[in-house]
């Protein structure tokens, strides 16, 4: 039995009301109140302010100290 590969990301991009997450094949938008709480009460500066993991498995808001898998947060899409 083959393991399942975790969900990577080539790119994430942020808008006032989400984050998209730019999947190889598609993009996913999450609201922001589906991130996190603390996304959801954060400045669209401090959202903007994203770094996605150089294996694309995670991001990190520095301005936040908040990091979220892309697995997680693809998981929690349809929460």
């Known amino acids: 039995m083959r393991a399942t590969e975790p969900a990577t990301a080539k ?4 808008t006032d009301r989400e ?3 730019v999947l190889p094949d598609s993009e996913v938008r ?3 109140r589906r991130c996190s709480p603390r ?3 954060a400045t669209a500066d401090q959202r ?3 770094i996605l ?3 694309g498995y995670g991001i ?6 908040e990091d979220l898998s892309v697995e997680g947060l693809l ?5």
């Not at 790119?11 to 942020?14: E, F, L, Q, S």
């Not at 990190?60 to 100290?65: K, V």
């Not at 998981?75 to 929460?79: D, H, I, L, T």
């Open 11 to 14: 790119a994430i991009k942020t």
């Open 19 to 21: 984050l998209v997450i």
């Open 30 to 32: 999450i609201p922001w």
């Open 39 to 41: 996304l959801a009460a």
């Open 48 to 50: 903007r302010k994203a």
């Open 53 to 55: 993991s150089p294996g």
């Open 60 to 65: 990190h808001w520095p301005l936040l100290d």
């Open 75 to 79: 998981g929690a899409r349809g929460a």
